[in-house]
């Protein structure tokens, strides 16, 4: 069964930094998308950044470009959201996703399979 954790969530203020992990195990398949969403409450969630592993292709929304990146430690089956100038918009739940099928379209939340619990990010002064 694939776990999904995420970690890291806090308050940072405005054009501050933050990083949150995302670890995933169990049967993972060697091709995979995994991907950050974001949830403000009465909003539809959101895609953030994710990455192929089958290609190595990164994805970011236009929202995040130029301002947060994907890093990733293999050996670790970690993947981090390193959020950089971070505006009050921002603010969310943050979640982690695996689409174990790896489908091309990687920006739909719909064919993300398995989630985390969520870690909660707020930008403000």
């Known amino acids: 069964q694939v776990q999904v954790v995420e970690s890291g969530g806090g308050l940072v203020q405005p054009g501050g930094s933050l990083t949150l992990s995302c670890v995933a195990s169990?049967?993972?398949?060697?091709?995979?998308?995994q991907g950050w969403f974001r949830q403000v409450p009465g909003k539809k969630r959101e895609f953030v950044a994710a990455?192929?592993?089958?290609?190595?292709?990164?994805y970011y929304a236009d929202s995040v470009r130029s301002r947060f990146t994907i890093p990733r430690d293999n050996a670790k089956n970690t993947m981090y959201l390193q959020m950089n100038s971070a505006k009050p918009e921002d603010t969310a739940l943050y979640y982690c996703?695996?689409?174990?099928?790896?489908?091309?379209?990687?920006?739909?939340?719909?064919?993300?399979?398995?989630w985390g619990q969520g870690t909660q990010v707020t930008v403000s002064s």
């Open positions: 169990g049967g993972i398949p060697s091709t995979y998308n």
């Open positions: 990455i192929s592993r089958r290609d190595g292709k990164i």
């Open positions: 996703a695996i689409d174990v099928q790896s489908s091309v379209y990687i920006d739909d939340d719909a064919e993300y399979d398995y």
